[in-house]
């Protein structure tokens, strides 16, 4: 049932926006009580990125889809779920007009012609009717389409969803709704985003992915004292991959990263990288090897500014590569450009993990480790985390994921590895895993 994850995927994220939006509405509203000006109290970029959002991914791409398969073969099927589904299209078609509307009340507001309180609550009211709309779907229609509809119905309805040709749905328009995604996160508050004042850009182009494995790991043990924390770990990695590696914390998955890595001291095993054997190999031989890490807890150089943590990261690079590189770091993330000069220590937490990511990208990676990319990051962030990643995937870059956002980081890898007490108990695709009962029950709270 692709088409219902994908769905529900899509919910996760407009739930996500409807959250981040109640909340600026609120911290509007207060602005405007202590006196700011309208123009100061309203974001208009902010909210303006995120309506567009709405109107080319929601109302032009996510509706129609529903309405032309799922609701439409639903209806043949189950002619009792008839009342619902019309009224979950009524407001589909009535969604552009809706967003007009919210559109005008936004201008009206920030010229002055409207209360920014009234404007607060028509953007309250018009989340609270799309949390009540997803919520139907996932909990009405959703069940009644996994019972009613036929095995030669959902061929045609993942078809369908799963056309990387499609001009709605497919590889491009995926792409298109990134850079929209990126834009929103951009400009977003740093209460809920980055904060910035311009908007960066996710060049995303396709690259096939190779079958060579780059990295191959036999049985990696590694102790904290008399304490084994890795318990003879054996995996791959190919060339291209995305690989996540999930488990509860204490598993193992940080110390596995920092042992391969070269930080954390290996007692056992081997491993070998690009074919050559690298066991024995110090942590910075490891790094111009062109293994590269982004840490757990960001661990940015605060005293140093944004600039010199960016080139600490290329320090084994030659010289005339580090401008042409901070500039591709400054286009993904322009709050690191506007902030350049700033120590690192005062970037709030998802600026300094776009520093961190964008640290370990300056050495231009053969491998990157990311560990816990997600961790401790607004909702808005924590997917913007993952479009990134998306993003690097999509350019052929060879990815080691540590996250304990399971679900999420499954859903994006090739294939994953489980973790559990220094060992791999189970591995697989990313699909194949999620599908297992007993990783739904254990980590995803399904």
């Known amino acids: 049932m692709d088409a219902l994850r994908i769905i529900s995927e899509d919910h996760n994220n407009l739930w996500r926006l409807a959250t981040t939006v109640d909340q600026l509405a609120g911290e509007m509203e207060t602005q405007a009580k202590a006196g700011a000006p309208a123009g100061q109290a309203i974001d208009t970029a902010f909210f303006s990125s995120v309506l567009d959002y709405i109107e080319q991914f929601v109302e032009r791409s996510h509706h129609p889809k529903e309405d032309d398969y799922l609701f439409r073969l639903l209806r043949l099927r189950n002619p009792y779920a008839a009342p619902t589904l019309a009224a979950l299209q009524a407001d589909h078609r009535g969604g552009l007009a809706r967003l007009g509307t919210l559109r005008q009340r936004l201008s009206e507001a920030t010229q002055g012609q409207l209360p920014v309180a009234d404007l607060a609550n028509q953007l309250r009211a018009y989340t609270a009717a799309m949390k009540t709309h997803i919520l139907t779907e996932e909990k009405e229609v959703m069940p009644l389409a996994r019972k009613a509809l036929r095995k030669e119905d959902w061929l045609e309805i993942n078809r369908a969803f799963n056309d990387n040709h499609d001009p709605l749905f497919g590889d491009t328009a995926q792409a298109e709704f990134r850079e929209l995604y990126h834009r929103i996160v951009s400009l977003a508050p740093e209460s809920v985003g980055l904060g910035g004042h311009s908007v960066g850009s996710l060049p995303a182009k396709a690259v096939a992915v190779e079958a060579e494995v780059l990295l191959r790991v036999q049985g990696m043990e ?153 961790m401790g990051l607004a909702p808005l962030l924590v997917q913007e985390v993952f479009e990134v990643i998306k993003t690097l995937k999509s350019q052929g870059m060879t990815i080691l994921l540590v996250e304990q956002n399971a679900l999420a980081a499954l859903d994006i890898a090739d294939r994953a590895y489980v973790l559990e007490t220094g060992n791999v108990t189970l591995t697989g695709t990313g699909q194949e895993l999620i599908s297992n009962e007993q990783v739904r029950a254990a980590y995803l709270g399904m």
Request: net charge positive; glycine share 12%.
């Open 222 to 374: 590694s102790c904290y004292g008399r304490i084994k924390a890795l318990k003879g770990i054996t995996l791959e990695v190919r060339r291209g991959e995305t690989v996540a590696l999930v488990g509860a914390n204490g598993a193992g998955k940080t110390t596995f990263l920092r042992t391969l890595s070269g930080v954390q001291p290996m007692s056992a095993g081997s491993i070998h990288f690009d074919g050559d054997d690298i066991s024995k190999l110090r942590s910075d031989k490891r790094m111009r090897r062109g293994i590269c890490q982004s840490p757990e807890g960001r661990q940015v150089f605060g005293p140093l500014s944004i600039e010199d943590n960016l080139r600490l990261g290329a320090y084994t690079q030659p010289r005339h590569h580090v401008e042409g590189d901070l500039e591709k770091i400054f286009t993904m993330f322009p709050i690191l450009r506007e902030k350049r000069a700033l120590p690192a220590g005062t970037l709030s937490g998802g600026q300094q993990q776009m520093l961190a990511i964008g640290r370990a990208l300056m050495g231009r990676p053969s491998l990157l480790l990311l560990d816990e990319p997600s």
